[in-house]
């Protein structure tokens, strides 16, 4: 992986904070914005710039015009002030081993060692020390993103099953379109005036499109959505990832088309359908029908007497007893000791990885060595296999992530408006 993709996956697609290269003139700074108790400097805005910038060029992309540019990182810079200042009022606090836990699963997914990492970050002009704090502030937003917006997500069997069925109405239960978005934002409480003036907006950035404006430029230059700086694009999303507004929409849309404006609480959005797909496929996984015994230490029972226990009723099945009757006997596990140790037929992922990679190990039929988990001793037997079809529990599943998706993408742009519209914000500068 490039140096640049490697930096761009936090500098462009994530909000980032203050990361200064070292100039070798130190320029003059002054304070260009107040946010409630927060600044942001000339200094700040304009390394920001130059490194969006960057990134942008690196990518392959074309810059906006620079005052328009600078007013979209500099509306960027204001939310990650009003964000970060809620964390602390909230009492968020991200200590150093949270922050080297992630810095080591970032570099290890790009197949660098901490020293190579290092030296990535160090060769696009950056302190590693720099390159710290940002993630360190990212992990507080998401963290009070969590609290604030997505722990308050609920989502309803009869919202998962008006999916389903309307998926399988329209046979778009699989369907996936990549679409570019462009949000002109409307004011929390907006007035009729501002609506119109948004609605006149929007209007005219749908005209100019369909005159051969590039929507990718249109989206860094106009757009309100958090995703402005990437040109507006949302990548792949399946139809439960969409507001209903704009599902029905690009249902019947064609392949460049642009729609719009569509009206929300948020505003007017415009939209692109640069391309659609639909999978199909059935999902097929290898189930595994298991038993098993579980010995649980307890204050009288040492965990070495527990694996010896486990060990001594092992050898009594290998010598002839029945297994069920011995998990009935003795198995911690009361649920499934009552049908004889039976855990059914388990799907991947549905047991714990220590208890499943031992199980996986055995042919139908073997029986497992004690080994332990977080719940214990156990003793497992393979009875058999089979690749079964779980195409509805697997559409159901992903049905609710998607919708979760969706939900939480809606109430944080909800959120961050009336984050914004309760702050204190005086600017030093002309926008």
Do not use: C
């Amino acid at each position: 992986m490039s140096r640049f993709s490697l930096l761009g996956f936090f500098f462009l697609l994530l909000p980032t904070t203050q990361l200064l290269a070292q100039p070798s003139v130190i320029p003059l700074d002054k304070i260009i914005v107040i946010v409630d108790d927060n600044i942001i400097t000339q200094v700040e805005l304009d390394e920001r710039v130059r490194l969006i910038s960057q990134q942008i060029k690196q990518k392959g992309g074309r810059l906006p015009p620079a005052d328009t540019l600078r007013n979209q990182i500099l509306e960027r810079l204001i939310m990650e002030k009003l964000q970060l200042e809620r964390a602390k009022r909230t009492g968020i606090r991200v200590n150093d081993e949270m922050v080297n836990q992630v810095l080591s699963n970032i570099a290890r997914e790009n197949r660098l060692n901490m020293e190579q990492f290092r030296q990535a970050i160090q060769k696009d002009g950056y302190t590693f020390s720099e390159f710290r704090e940002n993630i360190r502030q990212q992990i507080i937003i998401s963290r009070l993103r969590k609290i604030q917006v997505e722990n308050k997500i609920s989502i309803s069997e009869q919202e998962i099953d008006n999916y389903l069925s309307q998926a399988f109405a329209n046979n778009s239960g699989n369907a996936e379109y990549h679409l570019g978005h462009i949000l002109i934002a409307t004011p929390e409480a907006a007035t009729p005036a501002q609506i119109d003036q948004a609605k006149a907006k929007a209007q005219k950035v749908i005209n100019e499109l369909k005159m051969g404006d590039d929507f990718a430029q249109k989206a860094m230059s106009v757009s309100n959505d958090e995703m402005a700086l990437k040109g507006g694009d949302l990548g792949w999303r399946k139809t439960a990832q969409l507001p209903n507004f704009i599902t029905a929409a690009v249902r019947s849309m064609t392949k460049n088309q642009i729609e719009g404006p569509l009206r929300s609480a948020s505003g007017f959005h415009i939209i692109k359908l640069y391309n659609k797909r639909s999978n199909n496929q059935k999902h097929i996984v290898k189930q595994t029908l298991a038993r098993h015994i579980l010995i649980r230490p307890t204050e009288v029972l040492s965990d070495e007497e527990a694996r010896s226990r486990l060990k001594t009723i092992q050898q009594r099945i290998k010598n002839g007893e029945d297994f069920a009757n011995l998990a009935r006997a003795s198995s911690d596990d009361k649920a499934s000791a009552a049908e004889g140790g039976s855990l059914n037929w388990v799907s991947p992922g549905s047991m714990v990885p220590a208890f499943e990679e031992e199980m996986n190990k055995l042919k139908p039929g073997e029986i497992s060595e004690p080994f332990s988990t977080q719940f214990g001793w156990h003793i497992v037997q393979v009875l058999s296999r089979r690749n079964h079809d779980n195409t509805r529990q697997f559409q159901r599943s992903q049905a609710i992530g998607l919708i979760r998706k969706r939900k939480t993408e809606e109430a944080v742009q909800d959120w961050l408006r009336r984050l914004r519209a309760e702050a204190y914000i005086d600017y030093r500068i002309n926008k």
